[in-house]
């Protein structure tokens, strides 16, 4: 089956670092899209990052200059390096793609199971 795993979510004091990974497997044939989400307790789902499979990129107003998101279509792998991170930034963080699968050449949208990042004051 098709698969999304992030990694690398935890403790981080504010104003730290911390690399979000997001690997995909499972018979792709390629990703479109991918992006970063996080939800916070009681808060919607919202976007934090995107990026397509050309490199072009786009960023939430709150994390635009700290965050940077980046990908390896090779390894089929999305990373979400996060710097000055504030505690607002705490959330799950999840990863999204929308890609083909090689089986039947389906256009899909998959979750991963999210990575929990806290940050403290």
């Known amino acids: 089956q098709v698969r999304l795993v992030e990694s690398g979510g935890g403790l981080v004091q504010a104003g730290g670092s911390l690399r979000l990974s997001c690997a995909a497997s499972?018979?792709?044939?390629?990703?479109?899209?991918m992006g970063w989400y996080r939800q916070a307790p009681g808060k919607q789902r919202e976007l934090v990052a995107g990026?397509?499979?050309?490199?072009?990129?786009t960023y939430a107003d709150s994390v635009k200059g700290r965050f940077t998101i980046s990908r390896d279509n090779a390894k089929n792998t999305m990373y979400l390096q996060m710097t000055s991170l504030k505690p607002e930034d705490t959330a799950v963080y999840y990863c999204?793609?929308?890609?083909?699968?090689?089986?039947?050449?389906?256009?899909?949208?998959?979750w991963g199971q999210g990575t929990p990042v806290t940050v403290s004051s």
């Open positions: 999204n793609a929308d890609l083909l699968r090689i089986v039947d050449y389906r256009n899909l949208e998959v």
């Open positions: 499972g018979g792709i044939l390629s990703i479109n899209v």
């Open positions: 990026i397509t499979s050309g490199g072009r990129t």
